[in-house]
């Protein structure tokens, strides 16, 4: 599926400035379907005097609407959050960041992601494990592919970085991590976003050994326990807000 070109007009019609914009979901995972939404997220930046004032601005801005038959789904969090966030061993808001789909970039943004290394621990082995869980628990509800694919996309993803220290969230370029099965998968969902899944005797082993896998190679990361990135993103926060 290709993207929408008017994505980018998006930017400049949110209610505050955008630090950036970008692509996640199914598009950035490799497996969009024809009927897939677009998932945009980003950082906008609060002016201070919502900051410092009685009234205070959106912390999170999060809507969605159609345009030309397209559904898009917006969140963006104000730049103090979303540093949190990325203090927490969040795997979500590390995507989004370092997603090369980029609707709207920004110095603020280019900064951020130099950073980014530098909030990467082994306790982001968590974060997949659990997103996993979920996930899986929900294919046992519904039987779809579409959880079935994002198990295993998460499953590769967190033991490539625990591998690697480099995040990469495209399931197609992690196939090795996974079944012989994948790629098919990844072509039945492209056709429908709510498929059924094939039937899999060997889906729950699987699962199982990825995760034991991921277990695994938390333990054995070079990744370190915390993040070191606290002081120099505090300092962005500062110098964004100041500077106005």
């Known amino acids: 599926m ?57 912390q999170t801005v999060d809507r969605s609407w159609i345009r030309s038959g397209v559904e898009v789904d917006l969140v963006t969090h104000d730049l103090a959050k979303f540093c949190a966030l990325l203090l927490r061993r969040n795997g979500y808001v590390l995507e989004q960041l370092l997603s090369p789909l980029v609707v709207a970039s920004s110095p603020v943004h280019e900064e951020l992601v130099s950073l980014a290394p530098a909030c990467l621990t082994r306790g982001h082995a968590h974060h997949y494990l659990g997103f996993a869980r979920t996930q899986w628990r929900l294919f ?50 492209r056709e429908a976003e709510h498929g059924p899944a094939p039937a899999l005797a060997s889906a729950a082993d699987d699962v199982a050994r990825m995760t034991a896998r991921l277990e695994e190679e938390r333990e054995a990361s070079r990744l370190p326990e915390t993040p070191s990135a606290g002081e120099a993103l505090h300092d962005l926060v500062v110098r964004t807000r100041l500077g106005g």
């Open 2 to 58: 290709t993207l929408p070109g008017w994505l980018a007009e998006v930017a400049g019609e949110q209610p505050y400035p955008l630090a950036f914009a970008t692509v996640s979901g199914a598009h950035l995972y490799g497996f969009p379907s024809a009927d897939s939404d677009v998932d945009l997220r980003g950082v906008h930046v609060l002016p201070v005097e919502q900051v410092v004032g009685l009234r205070v601005g959106e």
């Open 140 to 189: 046992g509800r519904n039987g779809e592919i579409k959880p079935l694919l994002y198990t295993f996309r998460v499953l590769a993803t967190g033991i490539h970085l625990m591998r690697t220290g480099t995040l990469e969230a495209d399931l197609t370029r992690l196939l090795d991590y996974g079944p012989a099965y994948l790629p098919e998968l990844v072509a039945a969902k």
